[in-house]
């Protein structure tokens, strides 16, 4: 199961005010959200299996019931896609990306001496440089120290990357909460340089949140971070290791750029596993709402 259909990450959203309310549907969760003019969405995110035509009208339903302008379903898939959603009252479309369209992989089916080869030259010179270096990178106890180390880290990437992070409350409740996450972290000298929010699974293992110093970004410490990570991910007996999240092909201008390129340069596997659909109940506002958002833009 998807992070995003559990239970847990639903009480973490209402938790931190991002959705008013979480319903159930035949074992799919589904988002209530506040977008513009005091009007709400829902949204199904992670959506990882097939649902009946009988779930799909009891999905818009609940969309007229809770007066929401309409509903957004996005799938994640890593071999086979999902496309049961496509007709004439469900379009390919999203009103707001939660999941980014593509991201790179890697299979952990491999040894480590063939993901490392797989790595570009520059990713695996990197890894090497942070061990000689003497960085050193650990699964650390979920304590108050090391969650507010964590958060300074990510106000301090947060403010030199321009976007927006969590609260201090939220990355907790995350690390509390959330089944198979893990805070791991890359010292030098005794200080925490870098640091992420990691979710294990025996399926596909998740990179959430990364943050790094300013000050010691010569060290290449969020390298050998990953590449502990990915170790861990094996040790763990899962599947795949997703870095969630890269620039879809051709993208000018992406806010994933930067992201993209450090994930690239530790795989070449880069896969389409997200796909948007949209059912529009009240269509009048929602193509208003996306005509002023477009001019806002």
Sequence with gaps: MAIWQTKAWGEMLKNSGQAKDIFEIDEIFVEKRKISFGKYGLFVIGLDKNITEETRLKLQAL??????????????????????????????????????????????????????????????????????KGVECHVVEKNEKNITDFFSLMQETCSRDNFAGNTLTYYKYFLEKIQGSELISASFEGKI??????????????????????????????????????????????????????????????????????????????????????????KVMYFLIMGLRKLKN
Excluded at 118 to 125: A, E, H, L, S
Excluded at 268 to 274: H, L, N
Aim: charged content about 30%; overall charge positive; hydrophobic content about 35%.
């Design 63 to 132: 969309c007229k019931q809770e007066k929401a302008l309409f509903i957004q379903i996005e799938t994640i898939f890593y071999d086979k896609k999902i496309e049961f959603l496509k007709g004439k009252t469900c379009q390919t479309g999203y009103y707001k990306k939660f999941i980014p369209p593509f991201t790179a992989v890697i299979d952990l089916k491999k040894s480590e001496e063939e993901i490392f080869a797989d790595m570009k030259p520059k990713g695996r010179y990197n890894i090497r440089l942070a061990e000689k």
């Design 193 to 282: 340089i870098a640091s992420g929010i990691f979710v294990f699974d025996t399926e596909v293992s998740f990179y959430y949140y990364g943050a790094s110093s300013n000050t010691y970004r010569n060290l290449m410490a969020p390298y050998l971070l990953q590449w502990t990570v990915i170790q861990e991910a094996k040790k763990r007996r899962s599947k795949i290791y997703d870095f969630l999240g890269i620039a879809s092909p051709g993208e000018k201008n992406s806010p994933l750029a930067g992201v993209t390129e450090f994930k690239t340069k530790l795989s070449q596997d880069t896969r389409k596993v997200s796909e948007s659909f949209i059912f529009v109940e009240n």
